[in-house]
């Protein structure tokens, strides 16, 4: 299932302290704002003196400690003048000043929780954006109804683009609606229930790899909100595709593109924000 390959990030999710003392604090809302769309809780213990303060703590669901460090080294690291709105985690690991905090805790996965359309949307265009290159790949995208690839402005006409960069393009969603024979992609109509209850996009290519999933938690006035993942890990988007050919192409024994050497494309973490 889809939440085989979603469960393990949800298990895999981090704490990290911050001890501070009492009144307001830019260093925590700084490290807070960082972490916000990443797998980490964050939580604020205040202490007073003679206990110590100014440091910070990431550990597990155990309470065991995996790295520890100034608090004030992490907010200056993260503070706009340097960080700015973008995260690239390979270009950024190079500088040999990066916090061991965030050596330890960054692994290429933001989340998405009580998120409305906006900021998958978001993401999504930027694994689509994946499969207008020159490489050939493939691409999964999951749209809950098929009527959704027609009602939503301009989606059906970007899909059949996508189809002509080279990219083998599969669109699944509840056969809610019905669809003419297209050369261009293949449309998966399927009434499985993790079909209907989530939004997934999975691209494969020598260079470039990149997988959301989202489960809808709930309706609101506003519309429909997920919980879920955005990342480019190859291993997280194989594992998806694999389990998508698997299941709904009827596909076994499937060899994905080699590696061609190419880094995680940028990722703005503004996107992925309400």
Not at 16 to 33: C, E, N, Q
Not at 50 to 79: K, N, R, T
Not at 126 to 143: K, M, R, Y
Not at 168 to 181: E, K, R, Y
Request: hydrophobic letters at 40%.
């Amino acid at each position: 299932m889809l939440r085989d390959v979603l469960d393990p990030v949800r298990r895999d999710r981090r704490t990290l302290t911050l001890f501070t003392r009492d009144g307001p604090d830019d260093a925590v809302d700084t490290v807070r704002r960082h972490f916000a769309v990443r797998n980490v809780d964050v939580t604020v213990r205040r202490t007073s003196a003679p206990e110590p303060a100014g440091f910070a703590v990431l550990h597990d669901d155990d309470g065991e400690c995996i790295e520890a460090g100034s608090l004030s080294g992490l907010s200056a690291y993260l503070s706009p003048d340097v960080w700015g709105q973008v995260f690239d985690a390979d270009r950024v690991d190079e500088r040999p000043d990066r916090p061991a905090l965030l050596r330890a805790v960054d692994d290429g996965v933001y989340v998405v929780e009580n998120a409305g359309k906006l900021p998958l949307l978001r993401a999504s265009h930027q694994i689509e954006h994946l499969a207008t290159g020159s490489e050939p790949g493939t691409l999964f995208a999951g749209f809950q109804q098929l009527s959704n690839i027609r009602d939503d402005f301009g989606t059906w006409d970007r899909y059949r683009r996508l189809a002509a960069y080279d990219t083998d393009v599969h669109v699944f969603g509840s056969p809610d609606q019905a669809f003419p024979d297209d050369e261009s992609l293949t449309v998966h109509g399927s009434d499985a229930a993790e079909i209907g209850d989530t939004w997934f996009l999975v691209y494969l290519g020598a260079e470039w790899a990149g997988v959301l999933i989202a489960e809808q938690v709930a309706s609101a006035p506003d519309g429909p909100r997920y919980d879920g993942f955005f990342s480019f890990r190859r291993d997280l988007a194989e594992t998806a595709a694999t389990y998508l050919a698997e299941t709904y192409l009827d596909k076994s024994d499937l060899t994905w593109p080699a590696v061609d050497g190419g880094t995680d494309p940028v990722v703005d973490d503004g996107d992925l924000r309400d």
